[in-house]
Structure formats: structure tokens, C-alpha cells
């Protein structure tokens, strides 16, 4: 149940991606009023991985296993490294197996809950789910199903980058992770529904489909049963 980032240990996967200076951020706040321009940008919660391991004294992947993997019952994963012996990607690119991130999603789902332990306050839950400021279909690096858009853009620098819908999804309340090549983890709190897509990414991708099928299979109603024959029973000797 650990999250790994040590070199040569058990199951880690190291891969020179990319290095990042944290203070290269897209966005210009010099420029640019906080809350204003939305940018789905890497470098923001890579800051962020800095900031926590400043802040505790451990490294970003002890610090996951401590708070998330441990208290999941999760298999044991790996982060990618932007160099070797490099700083963990606090952006991207966690992985473990898929039972575990349907653990995050029903953890997620009750509040922060999981099999009777509240793994986040149901107070986090709701901030992180809540609408942004200058996105309202995204909250603390997770999105959410509501405003409507056709287009999802990720950045507005690359309006072409976009993950395309063909409607809503068919619950207020939904939420989502967006992983690399159309995964994603679809959370229902109402329904108490979580569903997760892996698989190979696809052209003609839509971003509602999969959540859609299964919320209106759960809304229709019963198929009615056919009415069986009364069985009758007539006194006498058998012939």
C-alpha cells in the first residue's frame, strides 16, 4: 500500500518526461487578477507538490501513501519523475491499478468516506467539487459535469485542445478526473455511482456517452414482468 518514487524499487516506473521550473508558471498573476483567466496548467499543482513536501518534511510520494493510499487498502503505485532523482509530477500521471482509482471515486462519492473512515472531510469534498471562479465546470483538479460545454477547453492558449460532448451529462451533481488518452473516472454522489473508462484513446470521442448510458439505464423503469396463467387444478382421479 505505498506509493513509491525511489529509484529500483519494486514496480517503479521512472520516465525523463519533462523538468519544470516552478516559477515558470503559464498564467502571468503579475498581469493578470487571480480568479479571472482559467488554465489548465502543469506547472500550478507541480508548485503545489513543492509546497507539500516543504511543508511536512516528506516526500510528495510518502505524503500520498500516508493520506491516500494507506487508508484505501490501494495496491502500491508509482509517480512519474521529471529526471531521475528528479522531482515527482504533482500534475499528472499517478499510476496504479484500475480497482484503485474506483476506490478514489467511491471514497469521493460518500463525501470523502471510504468502508467507514473518512479519508478527506466531507467539507473538502465539497469545496474541491464546488465551481471555480473563472471555470465553473472545474473545482480543486476535478471536473465537473455542470456548466454544459460542448467544447471543453483545457487552456484558452489551445482552444483546439478541447474534449468534445454531445450534451449533458444526465446528472447535476456529476464530477470527473480526465486521464491521458480518455480515461476518466465519472462520480455520481447521488447515485452513488462511480465509473471508470480504460482503453486506447479514440478520435471520435464523446466525453458523456459512457456516463449517460448507464445514469438513464438506472432511471428507466422496470420492464414489466409478463403476468403468469393462473394454475388450475381439478379434483378427480388422474387418467
Not at 47 to 74: C, H, N, W
Not at 225 to 231: G, L, M, S, Y
Request: hydrophobic share 40%; aromatic share 8%; net charge neutral.
Amino acid at each position: 500500500m505505498r506509493l513509491d518514487r525511489l529509484a529500483g524499487a519494486a514496480g517503479y516506473q521512472v520516465t525523463d518526461h519533462r523538468e519544470y521550473s516552478v516559477t515558470g508558471f503559464a498564467i502571468d498573476h503579475r498581469k493578470v487578477a487571480p480568479g479571472t483567466v482559467f488554465g489548465h496548467h502543469n506547472p500550478d499543482p507541480v508548485a503545489l507538490s513543492v509546497i507539500v513536501e516543504r511543508a511536512t518534511g516528506k516526500t510528495f510520494a510518502d505524503y500520498m501513501s500516508e493520506k491516500l493510499f494507506q487508508p484505501l487498502g490501494m495496491h502500491d503505485g508509482s509517480l512519474w519523475l521529471a529526471k531521475e532523482g528528479g522531482l515527482a509530477h504533482g500534475d499528472c500521471c499517478m499510476i496504479s491499478q484500475v480497482q484503485d482509482w474506483l476506490r478514489i471515486g467511491i471514497m469521493l462519492a460518500n463525501g470523502g468516506s471510504f468502508e467507514g473512515k473518512q479519508v478527506l472531510t466531507a467539507d473538502y469534498v465539497a469545496a474541491m467539487s464546488a465551481p471555480g471562479k473563472a471555470n465553473p465546470g472545474y473545482g480543486f483538479q476535478i471536473w465537473r459535469g455542470r456548466p454544459f460545454a460542448k467544447n471543453r477547453i483545457y487552456s484558452p492558449e489551445r482552444p483546439d485542445k478541447a474534449s468534445v460532448s454531445a450534451e449533458p451529462i444526465a446528472a447535476e451533481d456529476a464530477i470527473f478526473l480526465d486521464g491521458w488518452g480518455k480515461r476518466r473516472l465519472w462520480i455520481v454522489p447521488s447515485q452513488k455511482l462511480v465509473v471508470l473508462r480504460d482503453g486506447v484513446d479514440l478520435d471520435d470521442w464523446d466525453d458523456t456517452k459512457i456516463p449517460n448510458l448507464i445514469l438513464r439505464g438506472l432511471a428507466a423503469p422496470a420492464a414489466p414482468q409478463p403476468e403468469k396463467a393462473p394454475c388450475s387444478r381439478t379434483s378427480g382421479t388422474s387418467p
